[in-house]
């Protein structure tokens, strides 16, 4: 188990990546109520005049030791109040994942700036999957205009996975997932999906088996249900986790979490932390052990 350090990180200049914006994310952004991904909306990027879409120095930051954290097997929360810019660091790391990988599949090594500073994933690839947002219910459209907003059209595709798991649910979307990627080879798919869904997956379509581990996952198919058109049966290359408070007393949905998480690669808890809290104390929250997280001191 890891532990949590306080302290503050000083960086003059992001050492493995020194463009002006993450990896993939678009260079302007709209001030009106088009849709960025949508025809207006794409004309409209392309002004002159639009306000560029520039990261805050906080920003960079929070990505480049989320990143450096990933490679040397650290754990991580993104424990900031509102405002401070959450959603667009996790964006950030899933497009800077992405770009690893790919600069590593071209390469066969990362660049020396990563490559001089970490050990534990130095030589290993990326796995390629999907990227998964978990959030309550009442974030799901803004947590799509947001990856909208920061990302690329031409590179990556929003899917919500909402609802129950049936049949008539879940194997279009899968099936549609699937026509995608035959039909655009190298887009990524990003699914937007909520605690409730992914808690019917698991409730409906597999028996937990008591002792579960990380190793063994301790999922059992569930006669009757559809396991593979969860996303238990997919490739999953990072999972970001919104609100992970709300999984901090134990239950299906903790377990849905706990069983998502065991599957991926780079996996970031997100909450948000009252100026008058200290984040610490929200480590002592069982939420905190899906990450790998004890409160330290």
């Known amino acids: 188990m890891g532990s949590v350090t306080m302290g503050v990180l000083v960086m003059p200049t992001p050492r ?7 990896p993939f994310f678009n260079l302007k952004t709209l001030d009106g109520p ?3 991904w949508g025809a207006a909306g794409q004309a409209a990027l392309e002004d002159p005049d639009a306000p560029d879409l520039c990261p805050f120095w906080h920003q960079w930051i929070g990505v480049t030791k989320i990143m450096h954290n990933f ?3 650290l754990p991580m929360l993104v424990l900031d109040q509102v405002g401070v810019g959450k959603t667009m660091q996790a964006i950030g790391a899933i497009a800077m994942y992405e770009w690893l990988r790919l600069y590593y599949d071209s390469h066969h090594e990362y660049m020396r ?5 970490v050990c534990a994933r130095a030589d290993k690839p990326l796995k390629s999957g999907i990227h998964v947002v978990v959030c309550t219910n009442g974030l799901v459209d803004q947590w799509i205009a947001e990856l909208h907003r920061c990302l690329k059209s031409t590179k990556f595709v929003v899917l919500p996975y909402t609802g129950t798991c049936l049949e008539k649910n879940r194997k279009p979307f899968w099936d ?3 026509n995608l990627q035959d039909t655009r080879p190298g887009l990524t798919v990003i699914v937007i999906t909520t605690y409730i869904a992914v808690a019917a997956d698991v409730a409906q379509s597999f028996t937990i088996r008591p002792g579960g581990t ?4 301790g999922m059992i198919p569930k006669r009757g249900g559809i396991p593979a058109s969860t996303l238990f049966a997919h490739n999953i290359a990072t999972v970001m986790a919104d609100e992970v408070y709300n999984v901090r007393k134990p239950g299906v949905r903790q377990t849905a979490l706990y069983q998502l998480l065991s599957r991926c690669e780079l996996k970031i808890g997100m909450t948000t932390v009252p100026i008058v809290t200290e984040s610490m104390v929200r480590c002592r ?3 905190a052990r899906l990450f790998d997280i004890e409160r330290s001191g």
């Open 16 to 22: 493995f990546y020194t463009k002006d914006t993450f």
């Open 34 to 36: 088009e849709d960025p």
């Open 71 to 73: 490679m040397e097997k």
């Open 113 to 117: 700036g990563l490559q001089d500073t």
């Open 176 to 178: 549609t997932v699937k």
């Open 214 to 217: 990380k190793e063994t996952l």
């Open 285 to 287: 929250a069982p939420g």
